[in-house]
């Protein structure tokens, strides 16, 4: 069967595709993996024993790592996951053996605006359905993990407001004495959900919980996913779940989940999240998925275990960060490699003509509505403007040491011109480009693509990070808004700025990370403010401590960690196959 993406829907493609898959047992044997180091969850998918296969691998040569990062989107998306597969796949097409890294799909963008992640066209990841929907479960028990959590907490501000010191004695309890107005944690689901941004529980009586404001946030922002991105096998991985702060005591000392002795339930919860799950692309390469997305609200990286076992699998591993380099590559260079002890050899910028006009002063693009004639018809002057973002991200990536390859997600209503402006500009930036064309033909379409991988990979490289772990926590701010976004300083709110002088007293803080909540649609705080941004400043309104993952989370601009489903969500055209069970609508 011929699958041609013009005349296919992304599921379909995904669908015809899954009947001659390779079962995963041979897909991981073609790995390297033994079968003791393989669990299967069905024909097509399963998890990997990685602390096994690890130990069994050693420290033998390593594959050339590859990151995949983007300039800053439109509110569709510019391919970058499909560029991720695709390069792989490209990979093959040259005879390498190439793996893959890419992000769990949320259910909220999945059944809102974006859909899946899992490619598109010809470069798409497989099974469909399961990578989409619940996968092995990793979200479901993120979920899970944090708010249990939420119920520990909750219930112990019940039972200390209900009861005196010798009842909770009797049952082993110490009084943390929790202030109500301190709880820095709340619950957690994977949806769009804007009406639980903030909500009031313990309604009724004494008998139903303290009475306080609350509210949920996406499941993929929990400190539990970071933790899971983070964490370098089981031991590290329950070390930092009894680290969480979740609340403050009414002297302003931190309440944890330790001190909740809900750590270790929490930590149950994830003994199998913590394996990353096999998939393959259309082509039959291997793609590891770990992790999650929304590197706006979160780490948004592919998970270190995942990048640590494909680098010991193959000849070529590609992870995937999250938007754009402002923010994907940005954590991805200064706190996943520092926490990893990876480097890259090469940094793929995803760029599309789209965004680029968009960026330009083109049209607002939005989800659900039709593109404006700017962007389907041949328009030079907006696209030349509009390279401007993309010299930006050039610029970004080449601040690490890295020369970065460009990649031109090519459409189908690209004109040559337009193809050879970006191009142009790119290579007198001091990148290398190539045009690829994955979506329409899949590997063969990403060969120039992997070719320039494969040269920059060669290319001796000066990997240095943006700011020592010695800089204060407002230095590294200052460094990240002016040197990566453009911004010409930092302000911030009277709130932000004691939670700031507060955390710089701590001489423990130098030791966490520095993982910054901004808006992925502009290189500024402000989505409306297109191309590269001039004559603003940054503005920190809060500040979010993670212990458990390591990270303080600056949070800039009006940002939200819980989006909002649209009025023309996905779920309107999923459904299933009554025959089958197969899931139809996907993308």
């Known amino acids: 069967m011929t699958l041609d993406p013009t005349k296919m829907k992304g599921w379909q493609i995904a669908e015809a595709a899954e009947a001659t898959m390779k079962p995963v047992a041979a897909l991981a044997a073609e790995l390297g993996l033994q079968s003791d180091e393989v669990v299967p969850q069905g024909h097509n998918l399963a998890k990997l024993d990685f602390q096994r296969a690890l130990a069994r691998l050693g420290d033998g040569p390593a594959a050339k790592y590859i990151d995949v990062a983007g300039m800053t989107p439109t509110p569709l998306g510019e391919g970058k996951t499909t560029t991720t597969i695709g390069l792989v796949q490209g990979l093959g097409r040259l005879g390498k053996r190439a793996t893959g890294a890419i992000r769990q799909p949320s259910s909220g963008p999945t059944f809102n605006v974006k859909g899946s992640a899992a490619g598109g066209g010809l470069s798409q990841v497989i099974p469909l359905g399961p990578l989409s929907i619940r996968l092995t479960g990793d979200i479901d028990c993120i979920t899970n993990a944090h708010n249990l959590a939420m119920v520990a907490l909750t219930a112990r501000m019940q039972h200390e407001a209900n009861y005196d010191d010798a009842h909770l004695s009797q049952r082993s309890l110490k009084r943390l004495d929790i202030d109500p107005g301190r709880v820095t944690m709340g619950w957690a689901m994977d949806f769009c959900a804007q009406a639980l941004r903030n909500i009031r529980i313990g309604l009724g009586g004494k008998m139903d919980g303290l009475e306080m404001d609350c509210g949920f946030q996406m499941s993929v922002s929990s400190e539990v996913m970071a ?200 290579e007198q930036a001091g990148a290398r480009a190539a045009v690829s064309d994955q979506w329409m033909r899949g590997g063969d379409g990403a060969r120039e693509l992997a070719e320039a991988v494969m040269e920059a990979c060669e290319e001796p490289g000066d990997f240095k990070y943006l700011y020592d772990l010695e800089t204060p926590l407002r230095k590294r701010i200052e ?109």
Not at 245 to 271: C, F, S
Not at 510 to 528: F, G, I, Q, W, Y
Request: hydrophobic content about 40%; glycine content about 10%.
């Open 227 to 426: 933790i899971l991105a983070v964490a370098q096998d089981l031991k590290d991985l329950r070390e930092r779940m009894g680290r969480i702060v979740v609340a403050y005591d009414r002297k302003g000392r931190e309440v944890t989940t330790a001190d909740l002795e809900v750590d270790g339930a929490m930590t149950a919860w994830l003994v199998d999240a913590i394996n990353p799950t096999l998939l393959q692309t259309l082509e039959g390469q291997g793609i590891l998925v770990h992790a999650g997305p929304f590197a706006n609200i979160a780490l948004g990286q592919s998970s270190i275990i995942a990048d640590l076992l494909g680098t010991r699998l193959s000849e070529y591993h590609v992870t995937e960060s999250g938007f754009g380099a402002d923010i994907g590559y940005e954590k991805f260079w200064n706190v996943k490699c520092r926490l990893s002890g990876l480097r890259p050899h090469a940094v793929v910028l995803v760029v599309t003509v789209r965004a680029l006009k968009m960026h330009g002063g083109g049209p607002a693009v939005k989800p659900g509505l039709p593109l404006s004639g700017d962007y389907t018809a041949e328009n030079l002057g907006l696209l030349e403007a509009g390279c401007e973002n993309m010299l930006a991200h050039i610029g970004i990536i080449k601040q690490s040491g890295v020369r970065p390859v460009v990649c031109v997600n090519r459409f189908t209503t690209d004109t040559d011109a337009e193809l050879a402006m970006v191009r142009r500009v790119a």
């Open 479 to 587: 460094l990240i808004a002016t040197r990566i976004y453009g911004a010409d300083g930092v302000c911030y709110t009277e709130q932000a700025l004691e939670k700031a002088k507060a955390i710089e007293s701590d001489p423990r803080a130098r030791e966490l990370a520095t993982c910054m909540v901004k808006t992925h649609l502009s290189l500024s705080d402000d989505p409306n403010r297109k191309g590269r941004p001039t004559g603003w400043m940054l503005a920190i309104r809060d500040f979010l401590v993670y212990k458990g993952a390591g990270l303080i989370a600056p949070v800039a601009g009006t940002i939200k960690l819980m989006p909002g489903t649209s009025s023309n969500p996905a779920f309107r055209r999923i459904d299933i196959d009554v025959e089958t069970g197969r899931v139809q609508g996907l993308f």
